[in-house]
């Protein structure tokens, strides 16, 4: 077997092709927008690159591609004292365990000669709400920003060494239910009634505004755990830029507290119920008129919740449901929404975990974010559980 570093359009093109080949029998797989992953991989458009790098390869077996995998790092979000860890992602592969040693086996020398000392994967080179963990439970249509596997890849991984450093869990709600628990919602119709609290939802126009609001609300709520990265504000802007076709200003909603941002919520509808039908994931211009057609007809029935933060001097005083009240008065306008996913959260994070199931969601689905220690002698160590 060879290992091909992907390093020209015709290796890119061999890159988004090996997909398409793994999963052409899987009804589940829904094809990723190749445009999305390649900006990924552009300096010029990922701030990731200013304090980081990366690097993508190919292995070919005579002449069949049969694997891919990526290594990167963004030394802005590595902390003093923790696992220096870089990390590998967009890994796909047939069930060839050969073909898959030999990627990790590439990704793991090249990220140990930048300096690391253990590899998390597979993950995004960017923030979690995209292309983070392996599915290893629930193998069905993802939503929008979620990864599919198929169930042998948790096995290629564990052969190699890698070992779950933390599971993360995706809930479903049936808004259409009528078994949703009434006095619930009566209580969360209260907290949004209480004094100086103040409920809003996200301004394209004002769109500086509420990325600083943002970015003051998840240092708040996650800077005291070990799952913390530092965001940048460009890489909000690029997210927003990039999905704003499908974005909606009333999916997205603040809490203040006297003009303090203390609560952060975002959802997006399932744009994968879209792409599901384009088959290739190229933003042809056939392409895009038939997303802004299916979009106006209506075919995404399902919304993705990608990230939800109250900062810890609010946490447990029901602001959560608060916003969850505020969404749903939301969604009463919109009937063709049926669905909403709750993804993720972490197996460290048991406070949002409880908050997921008195609004009757239920269990979906698991992703895991694995690590490999290089030195192989170590102890290994999960994520601690926030307090």
Not at 59 to 76: E, L, N, P, T
Not at 157 to 180: A, E, K, R, V
Not at 248 to 262: C, G, L, N, R, T
Not at 344 to 356: E, Q, R, S, T
């Amino acid at each position: 077997m060879e290992i091909i570093p992907v390093a020209d359009a015709k290796t890119i093109q061999a890159f988004h092709k090996l997909p398409i080949r793994i999963y052409k029998d899987d009804k589940n797989w829904v094809p990723p927008l190749h445009k999305m992953i390649e900006d990924i991989f552009d300096p010029q458009k990922n701030t990731g690159f200013v304090l980081g790098n990366a690097r993508r390869w190919l292995v070919k077996d005579g002449d069949r591609i049969v694997g891919r995998i990526a290594a990167f790092y963004d030394r802005s979000k590595i902390e003093e004292g923790k696992e220096q860890a870089g990390n590998v992602g967009f890994f796909e592969c047939f069930d060839n365990y050969e073909a898959a040693e030999i990627l990790f086996d590439t990704a793991r020398n090249w990220l140990k000669g930048e300096g690391f000392t253990a590899m998390d994967g597979p993950i995004n080179f960017g923030e979690n709400f995209f292309n983070w963990g392996l599915l290893v439970e629930g193998f069905q249509q993802q939503g929008f920003g979620m990864q599919y596997h198929k169930p042998y890849y948790k096995q290629l991984f564990t052969n190699y060494g890698f070992q779950t450093y933390y599971q993360q869990f995706s809930y479903h709600l049936d808004i259409t239910s009528p078994d949703l628990p009434d006095r619930f919602w009566k209580i969360a119709e209260w907290v949004t009634k209480k004094k100086d609290f103040r409920y809003q939802t996200f301004s394209f126009k004002e769109q500086d505004r509420c990325i600083s609001d943002f970015i003051a609300i998840y240092r708040q709520a996650w800077d005291k755990h070990g799952n913390y990265k530092h965001i940048d504000p460009n890489d909000l802007k690029a997210m927003i830029r990039d999905a704003r076709i499908v974005f909606e200003e009333e999916f997205i909603w603040y809490v203040y507290y006297k003009d303090e941002p203390i609560a952060f919520f975002m959802m997006m509808p399932d744009l994968n119920q879209i792409l599901i039908h384009l088959k290739n994931g190229k933003l042809s211009l056939f392409n895009i008129l038939k997303i802004l057609y299916l979009k106006r007809k209506k075919v995404m029935t399902r919304c993705r919740v990608i990230v939800m933060g109250v900062i810890p001097r609010f946490q447990g005083t029901g602001i959560e449901s608060g916003i969850f009240w505020q969404l749903r008065q939301v969604m009463l306008k919109r009937p063709w929404y049926k669905e909403v996913e709750l993804s993720w959260v972490g197996d460290f994070n048991p406070k949002m975990i409880a908050l997921f199931k008195p609004v009757g969601s239920k269990y979906a689905k698991t992703h895991e974010t694995l690590r490999y220690l290089f030195d192989r002698n170590k102890p290994f160590e999960r994520l601690p559980i926030m307090e």
